[in-house]
């Protein structure tokens, strides 16, 4: 008993410890970002403009493909469980409410986590162990500034772009297999759907993605920052990055859901 009490102890000072430092990098990143709206070049807008196209343009299509592939799977599931209340006619209306406040929003956030936030990790992580880091700090030049801060910014820029693609997505996939797979006339699938879904479930599914944003490039960032020793320790930040941020998304997401459809009328 004793000894889980101490490893329970152990856990959770470790996880309050990382909290304290995800809090203070964030808030050097809100620094230099509002400092940028009074100073010029602050943020390096090369770097920006490279990592939103990384993040957005090139992620387009692997978002697109899984919120289709979502949407379709979920106008099965909804098809099979509302068909015995007769009620399949709803199935669209389901498919589009749950797009638009929950999985439009954790498709891109996770989707996004494994393909940039690990390769942030790790180049991040990379630059620590060849002593790059070391080198701009060396040449006057603050890494957070020029490493973390544009990631973050784009990261925060181009997700809930990628959320509204994986909703739609995902409700075309919904659409296509009712109406081809499940019998719904088209017109009827179109009108219920638009009838079910309402303006606060937009927008709070893009908060979410926003909030997931800042999360992801936190997160990977700090685990780059992180790094030393060699490749193995890469590999492992890299890792850690992935696995932290998704826990993370599914944790602030039912904390955000709470206070959304609880406190916030409607």
Known sequence: ??????????????????????????????????????????????????????????????????????????????????????????????????????????????????????RMAAEIGTMMVQEEVDALTTMGINPIRYLVVPRCLALAAMLPCLTVIADIMGMFGGWAIGTTGLGINSHLYIAKSIDALVLKDIYTGLLKSFIFSILIALVSCHQGLSVSGGADAVGKATTEAVVISIVLIIVVDCLATAVIYYALPA
């Open 1 to 118: 008993m004793k000894e889980f009490a101490g490893k329970t102890g152990y856990t959770l000072v470790f996880v309050l410890a990382g909290v304290a430092r995800l809090w203070d990098l964030g808030s050097a990143v809100a620094g230099y970002t509002f400092s940028a709206f009074f100073k010029k070049k602050v943020i390096p807008r090369e770097t920006l403009f490279h990592q939103m196209v990384l993040i957005g343009i090139d992620s387009t299509a692997i978002v697109a493909l899984v919120g289709a592939s979502v949407g379709t799977v979920l106008a099965l599931q909804a098809a099979y469980s509302l068909k015995s209340f007769g009620a399949i006619m709803y199935t669209g209306s389901l498919v589009c409410v749950a797009m638009a406040r929950e999985l439009g929003p954790l498709i891109a956030s996770i989707v996004i986590s494994g393909r940039i936030g690990a």
